[in-house]
Nanobody, 123 residues
Framework: QVQLVESGGGLVQAGGSLRLSCASSGRTFSSDTMGWFRQAPGKERQFVALISRTVGSTAYADSVKGRFTISRDSAKNTVYLQMNTLKPEDTAVYYC????????????????WGQGTQVTVSS
């Protein structure tokens, strides 16, 4: 079973930046498409971004396009989420997850999840 551990969350002012990291313990990292999701208080978890296995194609939720960038380092088995121009509405617990699908924004397709890291953006 792949274990995912997120880090890098914290408190930041609106307009600031954070970089989240997600380290994978599995030997299947290169075979997994990696996604980031987030869940704000009282709301359902939602897709944020993904980076595909093999070719590294990326996809983003409309709400973060142009502000967030997902990347992966196969040598470190780590996926990153660079978040710029943060807004108060970005406040949420951020989760990374792994799927064997090439491209999917659906939670049900992800087989392993991290414990989450809190991001709080103050106005």
């Amino acid at each position: 079973q792949v274990q995912l551990v997120e880090s890098g969350g914290g408190l930041v002012q609106a307009g600031g930046s954070l970089r989240l990291s997600c380290a994978s313990s599995g030997r299947t990292f290169s075979s997994d498409t990696m996604g980031w999701f987030r869940q704000a208080p009282g709301k359902e978890r939602q897709f944020v971004a993904l980076i595909s296995r093999t070719v590294g194609s990326t996809a983003y939720a409309d709400s973060v396009k142009g502000r967030f960038t997902i990347s992966r380092d196969s040598a470190k088995n780590t996926v990153y989420l660079q978040m710029n121009t943060l807004k108060p509405e970005d406040t949420a617990v951020y989760y990374c997850a792994a799927t064997r699908r090439m491209i999917s924004a659906a939670e049900r397709d992800y087989y392993s999840w991290g414990q989450g890291t809190q991001v709080t953006v103050s106005s």
